[in-house]
């Protein structure tokens, strides 16, 4: 399974909201994205991720930096459809559905994310991201900046394979 990148993430979660009348900034859309990778990683594998870059163990959780610089101009304001007007959509924004077959995991893992940790405010979001046994703290216990899929994946399993 091919993974998409980080702006194509955030592109269907900014998608989503937008439909749903909400806004995302740019913290929750870091959060929700990782919240998605890990489901995604959960269901296909540590080899298999949903997106291609690395998250890092930033301050407020987990972070992909050149998302964060392309969405950092928006602060604590909902993120702009705009901002990702040179990338290609794996969801039609009308339907809701994926543009294509290879994007209908991708899509379905995304929109749960959303479903699930979309509504709370990013305060919360930052501290599920904190959570004492997770990848992000692990790693930053280590001293690492970039958090392994393994770890993901273990995270995952600790959390959600009992649900």
Known sequence: MESITCFQGAKTLVQLAGKRGEGLSNLKVQKLLYFANMIYIGEYGRDNPLVQENFLTWEYGPAIDILYRRLKDYDRTSVKMEAFDDIVSIMDE????????????????????YDRWGHFNPYKLIGISH?????????????????????????????????
Do not use: C, Q
């Open 131 to 163: 959570w004492s046994e997770g990848a992000w703290r692990r790693t930053k216990d280590k001293g690492e900046s970039v958090i392994s899929n393994s770890l993901i994946k273990e995270e995952f399993d600790a959390r959600y394979l009992y649900d």
């Open 94 to 113: 009308k339907t809701l559905k994926p543009v294509k077959p290879d994007f209908e995991s991708h899509v379905r893992h995304l929109k749960d994310a």
